[in-house]
């Protein structure tokens, strides 16, 4: 590889996520960049059924072929790039069936050190439009999507089918988990959270509804308990209990269950997107006017404070509930996305949220972020907490798949990814927090 770039590769086994039998040429992994500095982050979200990624890169100057690098099964790396550096990058994802696509070609370069620090109220503004609006409308979209897929499945049921809607569903779960570094607002208030993402759920509860008289619509299915709707229903509806569902186990009421519950998470995405568009409930203006008129965030500092805590509760949430809990228990009941086994990328885009909310980035839209107030006044503790980032990440994705064996097999890298995430938090809690002034 050039000289240019120093990868810094996390590895780790292909994992199937799938037990079906078939192959399939894997679909276009989407591509994110962060930077600060020369320092810059790529990573891409994991393709079911890749067993290699390969990325692109042409000079920003004219155009012209840099080189193309094998990045086996890794699905992030860092680099640090020259001065006057900038380059095109794009992705695709490889298995022996075929490739993907590349993905959406994206910028890479030294970002500037810009002389002019951003006011509270742009970063504030950015968070609410750029950050939180624009995930939860991705979230709709993706949920639109699922529904669409086990729509298909219904008419069709195949396995070729089956496994669109499981790669439907894991793409589906990337916006919620980047989104829980801000469950406030109408995500709560609406209660919308426990609707659409209950955890643990009771598969014998479940089972029952599928065995019972219950008509399944979307009317009925709207009205069960959180544990019998949402995200793991679904998940488990379409995995089951092992994660080795074929088509052919899919019966008549398992169909009608997701196609109503699948309506039903789209239903209500839509709520909570619409709960903050400006055309819409317009809950974005009353945290963007923070401190211009909102009554439920009278200042400035009321709305940071919301931003931070928010980092704080995922954190504290991904090291005590998500990753200490099943640890500590051995037991695969207390793992999040266990049918799936999609466990480590919903740990690590719950710390991609934390990054997205110090940013101000989100997928291809940037803006300035908390580290935009933080790094003129400590240098230093933006620094620590952009690599404590990225730490954490990296921790996660050493863990490997699936969680619910690695919690008895890998206990020490499951311990590992503990003490990166607590070392961040403590960073949120001890050093960041204080930097808000009292609301």
Do not use: C
Request: proline share 5%; no cysteine.
């Amino acid at each position: 590889m050039e000289t240019w770039v120093k990868l810094i590769l996390i590895g780790g086994a292909a994992v199937m996520f799938s037990a079906i039998s078939h192959a399939e040429i894997p679909e276009i992994p989407k591509l994110y960049v962060t930077t600060n500095g020369p320092q810059a982050s790529l990573y891409w979200d994991e393709v079911s059924g890749a067993d290699n990624y390969t990325l692109i890169a042409s000079n920003l100057s004219d155009g012209s072929p840099f080189g193309q690098f094998d990045l086996d099964v890794s699905s992030r790396f860092s680099t640090t790039l020259p001065e006057g550096a900038g380059f095109f990058i794009s992705i695709r994802a490889e298995n022996t069936d075929g490739n993907s696509n590349f993905s959406i070609p994206r910028l890479l370069a030294v970002s500037p050190d810009s002389t002019e620090m951003p006011s509270v109220e742009q970063v504030i503004q950015n968070y609410a439009r750029n950050v939180v609006f624009n995930t939860y409308t991705d979230l709709a979209e993706q949920t639109k999507m699922l529904r669409a897929a086990i729509i298909e499945l219904q008419f069709d049921t195949t396995d070729k089918n089956l496994y669109q809607a499981q790669n439907t569903w894991r793409n589906a779960r990337r916006p919620w988990e980047q989104s829980e570094a801000f469950l406030f607002g109408p995500v709560d208030t609406e209660g919308l959270d426990p609707a659409l993402d209950s955890w643990p759920i009771n598969s014998v509860d479940i089972q029952n509804v599928v065995d019972g008289g219950i008509p399944l619509t979307t009317e009925t299915v709207s009205a069960f308990e959180p544990t019998l709707k949402g995200f793991h229903v679904i998940e488990y509806l379409l995995y089951g209990n092992d994660g080795r569902k074929t088509a052919s186990q899919l019966t008549t009421r398992e169909l009608a269950y997701l196609i109503a519950a699948a309506n039903v998470l789209s239903n209500d995405a839509r709520a909570l997107a619409d709960a903050w568009n400006p055309n819409e409930g317009n809950f974005l203006s009353v945290f963007s006017q923070a401190g211009a008129g909102s009554t439920a965030y009278p200042s400035l500092a009321a709305a940071l404070q919301e931003m931070v805590e928010g980092m704080i509760i995922i954190s504290d949430e991904v090291v005590n509930g998500k990753l200490s809990k099943p640890l500590a228990e051995r037991n695969a009941t207390f793992v999040e996305s266990q049918f799936s086994s999609n466990s480590r990328s919903d740990f690590m885009n719950n710390i991609r949220s934390i990054r997205n909310v110090y940013t101000g980035n989100y997928s291809l839209s940037e803006g300035p972020g908390l580290n935009a107030l933080v790094k003129p006044i400590n240098p230093a503790l933006d620094e620590a907490i952009n690599n404590q980032i990225e730490k954490a990440i990296a921790a996660i994705h050493a863990i490997p798949q699936p969680f619910t064996e690695s919690i008895v097999s890998n206990a020490s890298l499951v311990q590992e990814a503990i003490d990166e995430v607590k070392t961040l938090l403590s960073l949120l809690v001890d050093q960041l927090l204080p930097l808000v002034p009292s609301a």
